[in-house]
């Protein structure tokens, strides 16, 4: 079956644009989770979605990075007038959510979308 | 302080090696737990679940220990494709939350 896509793969933008990054997660899962992961570093978790519930966005690191989820479809992260230090691969993973039990509670990645700010 | 501490690495062995990771956890109410392997560029991918008895699945062994809050995997008789990042990861649920939380990884380089 489909897995998780993510688009664009690669983005390439100068610093001060704003960009857009799309996720559509695996048909019937609940959850979606949006992390970063700078080169050579650990994941970051950024914000997490479940069902209608309000996201947890404890993990967005400044106001100029916002993420939307339709039902439980498509999600976009949106980040404002981007910085250098924004480039990074951005990861979007869902899973069966609260609904599931240990170990359904595995997260399927996509496979990124690689942005570079010059 | 970290919430899932790692030894980062690299981890260079020969093939046909034992190889043995370990990971601490700072949450006591965390619930679950899990190993995934993460290739150069690419996305990360669950390798197998942590079972409270511990389990094992053909070469790999992975073992928890609840009361000082430690996670293993032992890989036996290393191959070249076991190069990658293994990620310690632990589930964080309670209300409307169900979080992964991530190590940050340790790399392993297989060598021939």
């Known amino acids: 079956g489909a897995g998780v896509s993510q688009s664009p793969s690669n983005k390439v933008t100068e610093k001060g644009k704003d960009v857009e990054l799309r996720c559509d997660p695996i048909?019937?899962?609940?959850?979606l989770y949006w992390y970063r992961q700078r080169l050579g570093q650990g994941l970051e978790f950024l914000i997490y979605?479940?069902?209608?519930?309000?996201?947890?966005k404890s993990g967005l690191p400044s106001d100029r990075f916002s993420a939307e989820r339709t039902g439980e479809s498509v999600s976009t992260l949106t980040i404002q007038r981007t910085q250098q230090e924004d480039s990074a691969v951005y990861l979007c993973a869902s899973s069966a959510g609260l609904l599931s039990t240990f170990p359904s509670y595995e997260q399927y990645f996509g496979p990124g979308t690689r942005l570079t700010v010059t | 302080r970290k919430e899932v501490e790692q030894d980062p690495g690299p981890f260079n062995v020969p093939e046909g090696a034992t190889v043995a990771f370990n990971c601490t956890y700072s949450?006591?109410?965390?619930?679950?737990f899990f190993w995934y392997r993460q290739d150069c560029r690419k996305e990360p991918k669950l390798l197998m679940s942590v079972y409270s008895s511990g389990n094992e699945d053909g070469r790999f062994t992975a073992q928890l220990n609840r009361a000082s809050q430690y996670i293993s995997l032992l890989i036996r008789d290393s191959k070249l494709s076991d190069s990658a990042t293994y990620l310690c990861v632990v589930n964080r649920r309670g209300g409307a939350t169900n979080k992964l939380i991530f190590g940050t990884g340790t790399l392993l380089a297989v060598q021939p």
């Open positions: 048909s019937g899962h609940t959850a």
């Open positions: 979605f479940q069902g209608n519930s309000a996201p947890d």
């Open positions: 949450n006591s109410a965390s619930q679950s």
